[in-house]
């Protein structure tokens, strides 16, 4: 299975409650839910625990782009790994020295997944990232992260980042749907998961919208490896 799907409650829900719905909707079908700043802000730490309970899925994911010293980013690591999650996502450019080696060694003692973003989905990381994306990549490899986050969008970006990073990093790759990319296209270049968020969850049958997005994904990547 290569779906995550990303939860982010729309403004003027109560974020639990919708987060609970919808994965029960969704009978744990993808390979793992995604939890964003937007509910854990809302809700907070015991908001996130509830909602992590009633996953059973390989990644659960707290999305908390933490770009920090080590220290600051540790201590907001340890307070989610409290809620159950399993994997974090740190941004890449903060470095090893003083922040993501120190990350990491909490990760590693926690038994939580760390996962770099090297680049991001949107039009202005293009103008900014695409001139450090390499160093990212280094980071990524120095550090011995699980995996990167990069871009569904910019296929070329995934394709340069397997390239480079071979088989032993995980590529998670957000922008699918409502960002442009299409089911299928960043697995294409090589990416193990695609993150999908609103062509799922603002779906009016979620389930269906994810079974349609698990079969146009096999279709695309069969097509595209002529199998």
């Not at 937007?38 to 809700?43: A, K, S």
């Not at 201590?75 to 903060?94: D, P, Q």
């Not at 749907?177 to 299409?182: C, L, R, T």
Request: proline share 4%; hydrophobic share 50%; net charge neutral.
């Amino acid at each position: 299975m290569s779906l995550i799907v990303a939860l982010d409650p729309p403004e003027g829900v109560e974020g639990v409650r919708w987060c609970i719905s919808l994965i029960d909707r969704l009978d744990n079908v993808p390979a793992g839910f995604k939890v964003g700043l937007p509910l854990i802000v809302r809700e907070g730490v015991k908001g996130l625990r509830e909602v992590v309970s009633v996953m059973n899925t390989e990644l659960v994911i707290a999305d908390l782009k933490l770009a920090d010293i080590g220290y600051v980013m540790s201590l907001v690591t340890r307070a989610v790994a409290e809620a159950g999650v399993n994997t974090v996502i740190a941004h890449a450019f903060t470095g090893t020295e003083g922040a993501l080696e120190e990350l990491l060694r909490v990760c590693n003692e926690l038994g939580i997944k760390l996962v770099l973003v090297a680049f991001m989905s949107h039009l202005g990381a293009a103008k900014v990232m695409k001139k450090v994306f390499m160093d990212l990549l280094d980071v990524v490899k120095e550090i011995n992260a699980w995996g990167a986050v990069l871009p569904a969008t910019i296929p070329e970006v995934v394709r340069e980042g397997r390239r480079y990073l071979g088989t032993a990093f995980k590529i998670l790759s957000p922008g699918v749907g409502a960002q442009g990319a299409e089911p299928g296209d960043a697995l294409c270049a090589g990416a193990d998961y695609e993150i999908i968020g609103r062509l799922i969850t603002r779906a009016e049958n979620p389930l269906e919208a994810t079974f349609n997005v698990i079969r146009k994904q096999g279709e695309r990547v069969r097509a595209c490896r002529g199998t």
